[in-house]
């Protein structure tokens, strides 16, 4: 494929890439390119997606970061972006590494200043996209009936009680009354 020797780390679009790795394999692990974009990248510019990463030239590395930061210019469909429509500037955008984050965080606070439905649901921590939440989505403590600490004792002269619960309320009986006892000293 090149003149030029084999690299063993490639870097694209800051991100360093093994050069034993596959091409579609390497550029789904810079994020915000999965599987189809990584594919339509390779084959927009003619490159084998069989070949390993560390074969590219200097030249299709450059290729490569100048199709990933504006893939509009290279007739991307904008279904394909990840970011349509953005709220602020109203242009289609293809986020990347740390701005996918960062752009998550933002929306997801202006949502909740807004007090919108949404906004509400993650301040809560609930399901905001109209999931069922009755028996899924459950976090934090167990749920269903807490056990209430003691059975409630059972009096002495009960008719139904078997005689070892007799016995055991006739001791907690006797227990309380002398810690009762003690207190009054």
Do not use: C
Request: aromatic share 4%; no cysteine; charged share 25%.
């Amino acid at each position: 494929m090149s003149t030029q020797e084999y690299r063993h780390i490639v870097r694209i679009v800051g991100n360093d890439i093994l050069g034993e790795k596959k091409m579609v394999v390497g550029l789904t692990q810079i994020k915000g390119i999965g599987h189809s974009f990584a594919t339509a990248i390779l084959d927009t510019l003619k490159i084998n997606i069989n070949s390993n990463i560390g074969n590219l030239t200097e030249e299709n590395v450059q290729a490569i970061e100048k199709l990933i930061l504006d893939p509009i210019s290279a007739k991307f469909p904008t279904w394909f972006l990840n970011r349509r429509k953005d709220i602020e500037t109203g242009a289609d955008l293809h986020l990347l590494t740390s701005d996918i984050p960062f752009t998550l965080r933002n929306d997801i606070e202006r949502e909740r200043v807004a007090a919108s439905w949404r906004g509400y649901r993650h301040m809560s921590g609930l399901k905001v996209r109209g999931q069922r939440t009755r028996t899924s989505g459950r976090k934090g403590g167990a749920v269903g009936v807490a056990k209430g600490g003691l059975a409630a004792p059972v009096k002495k002269g009960s008719a139904g009680a078997p005689p070892a619960a007799a016995e055991s309320a006739e001791s907690a009986e006797s227990a309380a009354a002398a810690a009762a006892a003690e207190e009054k000293k």
